[in-house]
């Protein structure tokens, strides 16, 4: 994937958290209810494997407790935009410096959802996006790096420690690289999307299997996130310019590896045990995920990503 050099980058939906002070202790810790966004990538890890050892609880909103809490959060964090709005000025930077990659990415994609919604005649309300490193406290709760990357419908924020990209190759084994970090960041704007038209509401908070509508709100996500793949290299952003002018069956397959390995049946089965067990899927398995985002990338049509539908086939 390759950015325009000479356009413009707009940081003004991006809060940088990481050095206000907001950064709890590591390790597991921390309580966030994320109802209808899901929990986020690192913590189904430390999901699958806490219940092995019974470790788990209600979080309330289809959240997880985890054990020790956070003891390192104050009260109250500032945001920084200034060191964003100095540093990502153009494509350059984004092609140079993964905090700017990830502005170009969120503004090719407010760029597209806001197109998107007002065809349909419906008013986009873009979301934040929020870097912090460690912990940060949020609308629905505290949370650490653990949780991973997450979206909190309370607030309707992202929140993102920018490490979890090099986790994800490390940990995970992903090939990584930027059109499979952007389909990290376009998946929490497909629950935004979900939360804005209300289908988040359609899920009970905590419910998991196969064909929950937790693992349906989060196929919907990946298929969204295809949507605005297919779409990445003509919308233009607030510049009047396209950010991103290049996507190769090389980009594709790296984000495909993503969505692989970040199925409840390759976590489980890989990083939690060895042993798949349906009932606790809340994100879809790593087939499902492919099929789902390959759905809204060969489509570019938001319509066809309705896994809420009756008989849909979830794959």
Known sequence: MRFDENADLDTSQIDDLRGSGGGGGGGLGGRVALGGGGLGVVGLILFFLLSQLGGVGGA???????PGGLSGLPNGQTADTSQAASNCRTGADASTHLDCEVVAVVNSLDGYWSDTFARSGITYQPPR???FSGGVRTGCGSATSDVGPFYCPADNEIYIDLSFFKELETRFGAQGGPFAR???????YGHHIQSLLGTSERVRPGETGPTSGSVRLELQADCYAGVWANHAKSVPTASGRPLITDITQQDVNAALDTAERIGDDFIQSQLGGGRVDESQFSHGSSAQRERWYTTGYQTGDPARCDTFGRGVDLG
Request: proline content about 0%; glycine content about 24%.
């Open 60 to 66: 309330g909103g289809g959240g997880l407790a985890l």
């Open 129 to 131: 996006t929020n870097f």
């Open 182 to 188: 952007a389909y990290v960041i376009a998946h929490e």
